[in-house]
T-cell receptor
């Protein structure tokens, strides 16, 4: 199946620093990747959609200058949390959409999630 | 506002029983439906996708879709303690590539 990796899996940083999270599709090309954030006992919240070679599309209420997204290749998207503060502490998860490989073998819309990055800002 | 609704639970079932998880959605034009399993502290894992009315079976899992009634369900047969997790229903509304997620149902399988 489609595999998505994320790095780092866990990061602790001081308030005011920037943190970069990488998301890679390992065995398929992902023209679209998604970035989610999840607070404890809550569901996934879509932050932005990342398209290869173009600017990311941010959801309402998500600051694009704070959460910088770059999708430089078909297998890599990065999320940089700039000037992180304690309220940014959360579980950040990326997903990638694979048009070609689905459980039915056809052109499906399945998203495959990375393992997530737990960010703690002190 | 396109919505996906799930009962938050917890849904407790004894080991070996059938667990039934339900999800309703508001966008009538939705065509793609997904069930994800999420263990505590982990990211979601795709269990099933379903696109047509009726049942789709994969091992112990059966997804059921009824577009007329706008609901999708997941049945887990012979439930095991390892099935204890939060199950997220995701819907792909018409005209978009962005999933709408439900808040998830927490399942507890009691040994």
């Amino acid at each position: 199946g489609a595999v998505v990796s994320q790095h780092p899996s866990r990061v602790i940083c001081k308030s005011g620093t920037s943190v970069k999270i990488e998301c890679r599709s390992l065995d398929f090309q992902a023209t679209t990747m998604f970035w989610y954030r999840q607070f404890p006992k809550q569901s996934l919240m879509l932050m932005a959609t990342s398209n290869e070679g173009s600017k990311a599309t941010y959801e309402q209420g998500v600051e694009k200058d704070k959460f910088l997204i770059n999708h430089a290749s078909l297998t890599l998207s990065t999320l940089t949390v700039t000037s992180a503060h304690p309220e940014d502490s959360s579980f950040y998860i990326c997903s990638a959409r694979d048009w070609l490989v689905g459980t039915s073998g056809g052109f499906d819309n399945e998203q495959f999630f990375g393992p997530g990055t737990r960010l703690t800002v002190l | 506002q396109k919505e996906v609704e799930q009962n938050s639970g917890p849904l407790s079932v004894p080991e070996g029983a059938i667990a039934s998880l339900n999800c309703t959605y508001s966008d009538r034009g939705s065509q793609s439906f997904f069930w994800y399993r999420q263990y505590s502290g982990k990211s979601p894992e795709l269990i099933m996708s379903i696109y047509s009315n009726g049942d789709k079976e994969d091992g112990r899992f059966t997804a059921q879709l009824n577009k007329a009634s706008q609901y999708v369900s997941l049945l887990i047969r012979d439930s095991q303690p390892s099935d204890s997790a939060t199950y997220l229903c995701a819907v792909l509304p018409s005209g978009t590539y962005k999933y709408i997620f439900g808040t998830g149902t927490r399942l507890k399988v009691l040994a």
